[in-house]
């Protein structure tokens, strides 16, 4: 129905940056928010951030200053750029999505499979 992949991970020094890309095909009508998720080794998947169809972003407050998530919906992409990069940054990264009928309730959510960001020296 919905595809999300993600791609620009990798390995960085800390201080680095890295820019990520999640690109949604498929059934793409009704997608309302997307956003970042990420899962470091040992821990629960915690939100990084999100932004919905009209451009309104909120971060996780160890993330804000340091990343920017930006839309096209044209490009049905969505972009997570991440400054300052921090060892604790280190995670698998996954791009979701909301798929909402016409009052705003959520119909299906969807996954990215995923992209590994490291940050070490």
């Known amino acids: 129905q919905v595809q999300l992949v993600e791609s620009g991970g990798g390995l960085v020094q800390p201080g680095g940056s890295l820019r990520l890309s999640c690109g949604a095909s498929?059934?793409?009508?009704?997608?309302?928010?997307m956003g970042w998720y990420r899962q470091a080794v040992g821990k629960e998947r915690e939100l990084v951030a999100t932004?919905?169809?009209?451009?309104?972003?909120n971060y996780a407050d160890s993330v804000k200053g340091r990343f920017t998530i930006s839309r096209d919906n044209a490009k049905n992409t969505v972009y997570l750029q991440m400054n300052s990069l921090k060892p604790e940054d280190t995670a698998v990264y996954y791009c979701?999505?909301?798929?909402?009928?016409?009052?705003?309730?959520?119909?299906?959510?969807?996954w990215g499979q995923g992209t590994q960001v490291t940050v070490s020296s």
């Open positions: 979701n999505a909301d798929r909402r009928d016409t009052i705003g309730s959520i119909l299906d959510y969807y």
């Open positions: 498929g059934s793409i009508s009704r997608i309302n928010n």
């Open positions: 932004i919905t169809s009209g451009g309104s972003t």
